[in-house]
């Protein structure tokens, strides 16, 4: 089992930045990518970027040059820096992981809300 702790959601002005955490632990042999999708009621879960364990980097067209993802091996932690946040931008947002045999693991999500 792996456990993924989400943190740094909060309530920021349009235009503002956000630095999201997630932490892992537990069995995290074998994880190929780690990501971040996000939610908003009523409408599918979307990815927002991901990193795979070579390096490589997936992201929706709506957040390229804004968001970046990142990971710190030693902490087990990946992170996504959230920059020019906009309105649209509100949702909940929940790190993900998955093995190369698609067994794959959620955290509990973390609350981003953008003002206008």
């Known amino acids: 089992q792996v456990q993924l702790v989400e943190s740094g959601g909060g309530l920021v002005q349009a235009g503002g930045s956000l630095r999201l955490s997630c932490a892992q632990s537990?069995?995290?042999?074998?994880?190929?990518?780690m990501g971040w999708y996000r939610q908003d009621p009523g409408k599918q879960r979307e990815l927002v970027e991901r990193?795979?364990?070579?390096?490589?980097?997936n992201y929706a067209d709506s957040v390229k040059g804004r968001f970046t993802i990142s990971r710190d091996n030693a902490k087990k932690t990946i992170y996504l820096q959230i920059n020019s946040l906009k309105p649209e931008d509100t949702a909940i947002y929940y790190c993900?992981?998955?093995?190369?045999?698609?067994?794959?693991?959620w955290g509990q999500g973390t609350q981003v809300t953008v003002s206008s």
């Open positions: 990193i795979t364990s070579s390096g490589n980097t």
């Open positions: 537990g069995d995290i042999a074998g994880i190929y990518a």
């Open positions: 993900h992981a998955v093995r190369l045999t698609l067994d794959d693991y």
